[in-house]
């Protein structure tokens, strides 16, 4: 084969198994700060549109996956995208420290973080880069509802249980960030992302819509309800992701068809919640504006 296809697939397989091609892949970043974008009040949407970087090009879902690609630039942010916890049951005061020791420093310390970081938006202190601070919320925010993200400590997450899915080798974690949504954008959307936003949007606007309240309940007006979502993905993994993935296990469409409508529902609560922060930030007078508008 040519050279340059050769390095193609070299680099295209280097991508694909590298450690930063972590997290919800790029595509659940994406879709989740998609669907954000359609519940931001206008204030909210002016906020974000002024704080976003130039290539962004005026979206928010485009820049969702920045926290992944500098993770290894600022490595002091690398603990910042998950918890571990020793069993299924996941404690902030007992888990949420990085490996020197530092509280408050895994995904629901960092999404109280952020947010309180841009609540100083419109004032003159430039202590914060808000630009980052808004690019981190919005991916830590898609983080924390991935299930695995709030895994077990024993195999960081499923990232060291070693699976096949279908004839494909890759780990547990890597099969709950991007293979289970790839698959599906494969298999029922002809491989179009956008078509995959739009038929969960439905969703949120018909299945889902007497859940909404329950989604949206957060009592915490002054940190975000980012706790309660850790404890629901912590509760995820031990019933769904682990269940059945042993190591060696292969995964083919029992696992698939059982769990993507997890995945799918998991990727609207991170979306309709996303907004919720950030007009609560950037727009005081909202509450329920999914179920107003
Ligand atoms: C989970 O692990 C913690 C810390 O080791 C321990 O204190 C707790 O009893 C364990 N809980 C269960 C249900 O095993
Ligand atoms: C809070 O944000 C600052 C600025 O990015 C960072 O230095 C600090 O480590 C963050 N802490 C947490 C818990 O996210
Ligand atoms: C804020 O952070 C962004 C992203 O890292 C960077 O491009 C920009 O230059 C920073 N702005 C300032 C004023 O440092
Ligand atoms: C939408 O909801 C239906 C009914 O619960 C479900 O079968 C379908 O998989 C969902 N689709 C998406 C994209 O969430
Ligand atoms: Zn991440």
């Known amino acids: 084969m040519g050279l340059l296809v050769f390095l193609h697939i070299f680099l295209l397989s280097v991508i694909a198994t590298a450690p930063w091609a972590d997290a919800w892949g790029k595509h659940g970043h994406f879709m989740v700060c998609k669907i954000a974008e359609k519940y931001f009040t206008e204030k909210t949407a002016k906020a974000v549109l002024d704080l976003l970087p130039k290539s962004a090009e005026g979206e928010l ?39 020197r020791g530092q509280e408050g ?13 841009l609540r100083s938006y419109g004032d003159s202190s430039d202590r914060y880069n808000l630009t980052e601070s808004l690019m981190f919320l919005a991916h830590f925010v898609g983080d924390v509802h991935q299930p695995l993200h709030v895994g077990l400590e024993a195999d960081e997450g499923g990232n060291t249980i070693i699976v096949h899915w279908y004839r494909r ?5 890597h099969v709950w960030d991007t293979e289970i949504i790839d698959t599906a954008t494969r298999d029922f ?59 060696d296990s292969t995964l083919a469409d029992d696992y698939f068809f059982s ?9 609207a609560q991170a979306g309709v919640r996303l907004a919720l922060i950030l007009n609560r930030i950037f727009d005081g007078s909202v509450d329920d504006m999914i179920q107003s508008s």
């Open 169 to 173: 080798k890759t780990n547990l974690h």
């Open 61 to 99: 879902a485009s820049v969702c996956s920045w926290a992944d690609e500098i993770r290894f630039h600022y490595r002091w942010s690398s603990p910042l995208h998950y918890i571990n916890t020793p069993n299924c049951t996941y404690k902030y005061s007992r888990d949420c420290f990085n490996d």
């Open 259 to 267: 769990r993507l409508p997890i995945v799918e529902e998991r990727i």
């Open 105 to 117: 420093m895994c995904v629901v310390g960092a999404i109280n973080n952020y947010t309180e970081q």
């Open 189 to 247: 959307y002809d491989d179009n992302i956008n078509s995959m936003i739009e038929s969960i949007q439905r969703n949120i606007t018909n299945g889902w819509s007497d859940e909404i309240d329950h989604w949206e309940n957060c009592h915490n007006k002054y940190k975000t309800c980012a706790n309660d979502y850790a404890i629901e993905s912590n509760h995820l993994a031990c019933r769904y992701a682990y269940k059945d993935a042993e190591q």
